[in-house]
């Protein structure tokens, strides 16, 4: 059984994973990407100033560090990525004042703090080298090794190189990346059928998000329907129902 602290950090790789990877291809398709964070036309609003490819560069990195995040199988390089991204997007939304953007990126920076802690034993190598010997894989590096994440990474990377063309193509392979990197948690042997679950309305979001504007304003309130069953599903996971006891039969 996944213990309750690595499903944990299954989900909020997920969660960093896509609003990321959503908010880079929403960027690059000039705001036809379905996602939860801006601004969707960045790069429209520094080429007036001559910084259209650093804008372009943004977008890219955040879809690289999305992908790296969502494959779980290559998290631990997305989150150390996306560290430095998360405290430049925090410095420039305090400079320019931006109401409750801040404290928004503050608890991505916690959630990305926390993907680090738990991917310390690996991580302390670079920081001391003589600890070496003393890294090791996490629980969750034993699930991680699938085709089906491999399979998700590719279908990224092809909505990355579709996003400068075709929105269509970039909705289709990010949707069927968002799918294949949420089976290849839910088919490990390890995870409940509730965790399951979670994940599986987790990736529902994700795609709904992605079609929002053929959906309409039922995208909207199935999001938000599919969110708070996940928050209901995910406090349930928490509680530990006692063991029957058997009682001896009378004979």
């Not at 290559?74 to 430095?84: D, N, R």
């Not at 400079?95 to 953007?101: E, K, L, N, P």
């Not at 404290?103 to 690996?122: E, P, R, S, T």
């Not at 949707?175 to 294949?180: G, L, P, S, V």
């Amino acid at each position: 059984m996944l213990r309750q602290k690595d499903f944990t950090i299954i989900l909020i790789r997920l969660l960093l994973g896509y609003i990321f990877l959503s908010a880079g291809l929403c960027k690059l398709t000039h705001g036809h990407f379905g996602q939860i964070i801006g601004p969707p036309l960045l790069e429209d609003t520094l080429a007036k100033y001559g910084l259209g490819l650093f804008a372009r560069i943004v977008a890219i990195t955040q879809v690289v560090c999305g992908t790296l995040l969502l494959s779980q199988r290559f998290s631990t390089i997305g989150a150390v990525m996306l560290l430095p991204m998360n405290l430049s997007i925090l410095a420039v939304t305090i400079s320019m004042h931006w109401v409750g953007t801040p404290y928004v990126n503050g608890f991505f920076i916690v959630l990305n703090i926390a993907l680090l802690l738990y991917d310390w034993h690996k991580l302390k190598v670079l920081i001391n080298p003589v600890l070496s010997a003393e890294a090791r894989p996490t629980a969750l590096d034993a699930y991680n090794q699938n085709v089906f994440n491999i399979a998700g990474t590719t279908f990224a990377v092809a909505a990355l190189v579709a996003s400068r063309f075709s929105v269509a193509f970039t909705n289709v392979f990010a949707i069927a990346a968002f799918a294949a990197m949420g089976y290849s948690v839910i088919q490990v042997k390890a995870i409940t059928k509730m965790q399951a679950l979670v994940v599986a309305l987790v990736i529902l979001n994700m795609i709904i998000i992605t079609l929002a504007s053929l959906l309409g304003t039922i995208a909207q309130k199935l999001v938000l329907f599919n969110t708070l069953l996940i928050f209901a599903l995910f406090a349930a996971s928490f509680i530990k129902l006692p063991k029957r006891k058997i009682l001896p039969v009378a004979q």
